[in-house]
């Protein structure tokens, strides 16, 4: 049997009763056009390095020109520079990643190297013809995943594709920011003129309802530091103002009234509602300026505000207006907090480990927190949060350490394996399926 990352008897009878249950992705950057068209990708190089930045920050930290990251090198030789620093990656999550997609996909079981680099290319060459998206999902037991969609988006290429159901998620981020482009925007494809505070609400609600008519169930939001809470009267003033120059702080108060509201409609509509906290993005300038967004230059912020976000939740939940919420941070000092205040309120659960924190220690230190500051049996999960396909070999990472965690406390006595069996499977899968009402 493979025992990686299970180091008992117990962990690995777990993982057998866990490891080939049900994907449900509730979060992920996947692009639907891709699986709608059964999109052919031309070599492994491309399916692995054309959008995961995850694996270009790596090969920068490990001196690679950008040249073989985004820049017009051949598919192959960015391939071949990846291989390369595999060795460098040891004990990061892309080392177990990578090897696990080399065996799920191509049945490759050689450790990549410089040496070995080219004997692979050569092997995953052979499978050319199995590299398109819905042969690359099918592989993976996956059934239902949820991608994320502007407001704006036109979702023709959701619905079902080999027995998966495709949804939409609800983001309206840019609605936040007081950009005019984007309101005229948002205007045009609700048939709604976005003029204030009123009809902002009103466009996005009527695009709320067109998400739901395609099996929308999700919104999210992320912020990069936390709202206030603010009333009708002073989010308006600082609509007016928009082209005058706003604060943070007024910004901060647009926001809060903005997702105040929006959480309003979300729970009248039995939407559910995540918040991704403290992310501070695109930080190198010149970088970003020449790249653009989602290239591997976001870190984690230190700026969460648990009083401004409580005040938020309070709010709607004394007025019955607080919707299933999913809360995370991309900083992990923050989620014993996060876990403090989703124990305050009846509908609000801590996600899953986010980005950067879904590394090994990520995912133990969140079971770590979530058992002794929460309640372990009542976790929603893995999500991918992947802009790559080959990504869904990540829940059999999580599923390996999940049961690793559990079996370490069946063999310490501290847990008998038959609750220790059923949290495993709540966890891996149960859990989401209730929360998402999912059938």
């Given at each position: 049997m493979?025992?990686?990352?299970?180091?008992?008897?117990?962990?690995?009878?777990?993982?057998?009763?866990?490891?080939?249950?049900?994907?449900?992705?509730?979060?992920?950057?996947?692009?639907?056009?891709?699986?709608?068209d059964?999109?052919?990708?031309e070599?492994?190089?491309?399916?692995?390095?054309?959008?995961d930045?995850?694996?270009?920050?790596?090969?920068?930290?490990?001196?690679?020109?950008?040249?073989?990251?985004?820049?017009?090198?051949?598919?192959?030789?960015?391939?071949m520079?990846?291989?390369?620093?595999?060795?460098?990656?040891?004990?990061?999550?892309?080392?177990?990643?990578?090897?696990?997609?080399?065996?799920?996909?191509?049945?490759?079981?050689?450790?990549?190297?410089?040496?070995?680099?080219?004997?692979?290319?050569?092997?995953?060459?052979?499978?050319?013809?199995?590299?398109?998206?819905?042969?690359?999902?099918?592989?993976?037991?996956?059934?239902?995943?949820?991608?994320?969609?502007?407001?704006?988006?036109?979702?023709e290429?959701?619905?079902?594709?080999?027995?998966?159901?495709?949804t939409?998620?609800?983001?309206?981020?840019?609605?936040?920011?007081?950009?005019?482009?984007?309101?005229?925007?948002?205007?045009?494809v609700?048939?709604?003129?976005?003029k204030?505070?009123?009809?902002l609400?009103?466009?996005?609600?009527?695009?709320?309802?067109?998400?739901?008519?395609?099996?929308?169930?999700?919104?999210?939001?992320?912020?990069?530091?936390?709202?206030?809470?603010?009333?009708?009267?002073t989010?308006?003033?600082?609509f007016?103002?928009?082209?005058?120059?706003v604060?943070?702080?007024?910004?901060?108060?647009?926001?809060?009234?903005?997702?105040?509201?929006?959480?309003?409609?979300?729970?009248?509509?039995?939407?559910?509602?995540?918040?991704?906290?403290?992310?501070?993005r695109?930080i190198?300038?010149?970088m970003?300026?020449?790249?653009?967004?989602?290239?591997?230059?976001?870190i984690?912020?230190?700026?969460?505000?648990p009083?401004?976000?409580?005040?938020?939740?309070?709010?709607?939940?004394?007025?019955?207006?607080?919707?299933?919420?999913?809360?995370?941070?991309?900083?992990?000092?923050?989620?014993?907090?996060?876990?403090?205040v989703?124990?305050?309120?009846?509908?609000?659960?801590?996600?899953?480990?986010?980005?950067?924190?879904?590394?090994?220690?990520?995912?133990?230190?969140?079971?770590?927190?979530?058992?002794?500051?929460?309640?372990?049996?009542?976790?929603?999960?893995?999500l991918?949060?992947?802009?790559n396909?080959?990504?869904?070999?990540?829940?059999?990472?999580?599923?390996?350490?999940?049961a690793?965690?559990?079996g370490?406390?069946?063999?310490?006595?501290?847990?008998?394996?038959?609750?220790?069996?059923?949290?495993?499977?709540?966890?891996a899968?149960?859990?989401?399926?209730?929360?998402?009402?999912?059938?």
């Amino acid at each position: 049997m493979d025992k990686r990352f299970l180091r008992t008897h117990e962990a690995r009878k777990i993982y057998e009763e866990i490891k080939d249950l049900p994907i449900i992705d509730y979060h992920c950057h996947l692009n639907p056009k891709d699986i709608a068209d059964d999109y052919a990708y031309e070599n492994i190089g491309e399916l692995w390095l054309s959008h995961d930045h995850y694996k270009w920050r790596a090969m920068r930290i490990c001196g690679v020109d950008e040249k073989y990251i985004t820049g017009d090198s051949s598919w192959k030789e960015k391939f071949m520079k990846y291989a390369e620093i595999m060795p460098k990656l040891a004990g990061n999550s892309l080392y177990y990643w990578s090897h696990l997609e080399l065996e799920k996909l191509f049945g490759i079981t050689e450790h990549m190297s410089k040496d070995t680099a080219e004997k692979i290319w050569n092997e995953c060459e052979k499978h050319k013809d199995e590299l398109t998206a819905r042969q690359i999902i099918k592989r993976f037991p996956v059934k239902f995943v949820a991608t994320t969609d502007d407001p704006v988006d036109s979702l023709e290429y959701h619905g079902e594709y080999e027995g998966i159901l495709f949804t939409p998620t609800f983001r309206p981020d840019k609605a936040f920011e007081l950009d005019d482009e984007y309101y005229a925007r948002l205007s045009q494809v609700s048939h709604i003129e976005v003029k204030d505070i009123n009809t902002l609400i009103a466009a996005l609600e009527k695009r709320l309802e067109f998400f739901i008519s395609h099996s929308c169930r999700i919104s999210d939001q992320c912020f990069s530091v936390t709202p206030i809470l603010s009333d009708y009267e002073t989010a308006q003033s600082i609509f007016e103002k928009r082209n005058e120059g706003v604060s943070e702080e007024e910004s901060r108060k647009f926001k809060g009234y903005v997702f105040s509201r929006l959480a309003e409609i979300y729970a009248k509509n039995g939407i559910i509602m995540q918040v991704h906290l403290n992310v501070k993005r695109n930080i190198n300038k010149k970088m970003f300026e020449n790249i653009g967004v989602d290239s591997g230059f976001d870190i984690a912020g230190s700026e969460l505000y648990p009083h401004c976000l409580t005040e938020i939740f309070s709010f709607l939940d004394y007025s019955g207006n607080l919707p299933k919420t999913v809360i995370y941070s991309l900083n992990p000092y923050d989620e014993r907090m996060l876990c403090q205040v989703a124990g305050s309120f009846r509908n609000v659960k801590v996600g899953a480990p986010w980005w950067h924190n879904d590394c090994y220690s990520g995912i133990r230190g969140h079971f770590e927190n979530v058992s002794e500051y929460s309640a372990l049996g009542c976790d929603l999960g893995m999500l991918t949060d992947s802009r790559n396909l080959a990504g869904y070999v990540r829940f059999d990472f999580y599923r390996r350490i999940l049961a690793d965690y559990l079996g370490e406390l069946v063999s310490e006595e501290k847990l008998s394996l038959d609750c220790a069996l059923d949290i495993a499977k709540g966890i891996a899968y149960g859990n989401v399926v209730e929360f998402l009402n999912l059938k």
